[in-house]
């Protein structure tokens, strides 16, 4: 799977601590995106097992509840998405996952989106079907920086979270807030909601 950036333990990703999964590529391209440097489907390009392990490596030393994957678009690797999930899911089964995703659940549940390597309308719908039957939370619908809001995990009014199980209530989102990370090599990831823009 295509890999932008990993952040093993984050508050501003959904519910407790959580590692970040941002995919690499989207073409959404919403206007005045917070993340233009992960639409190019290019970058590195990682083994599942690799990011499977470096999340169960996360949940030994940072005791993270749950996983958020972001992007780029999520959905455009669906099918790396699922088999993360499915093997993350076999490994360690009290994870919780959670999704940021530009498609509305109707261009998902139709299989109206782009999936690298996959054309058929019908696979797509059925790796929706199986993405969410693994997923806890989602924050659906593109950013429109005309519609602001600083309502939890939503940077513009017209997103909707959909909870897709029982384990999280409306409460359990805390509100919006901005984390830099810092890593081993020195490269800075930016994640969580700069709604006063993206620092300096």
Known sequence: ??????????RANGPGLRAVVFFQGCLLHCPGCWN???HRFRG?????????????AAR??????????????????ADALVELMARLRTDCVRLSFG????????????????????????RKAGLWREVQALLDFAVL??????????????????QRLVLLSDRYTETDFAPQSIEV?????????????PVMGMPA
Do not use: C, K, W
């Open 99 to 122: 999704m940021f995703s530009g498609h509305t659940e109707g261009e998902l549940a139709i299989g109206d989106y782009f999936v690298r390597g996959i054309a058929n309308r019908r």
């Open 44 to 56: 590195p390009d990682v083994q599942v097992s690799e990011i499977a392990g470096r999340i169960l």
């Open 141 to 158: 619908g593109r950013y429109d920086r005309a519609l602001p809001t600083r309502v939890p995990l939503r940077s513009s009014r017209n």
């Open 60 to 77: 030994r030393q940072e005791a993270i509840e749950g996983v958020t994957f972001s992007g780029g678009e999520p959905m455009h690797q």
């Open 1 to 10: 799977m295509l890999l932008h950036a990993f952040v093993p333990a984050s």
């Open 181 to 193: 990370s810092i890593g081993a090599d020195g490269a800075a990831v930016v994640t969580g909601f």
């Open 36 to 38: 233009p440097t992960t």
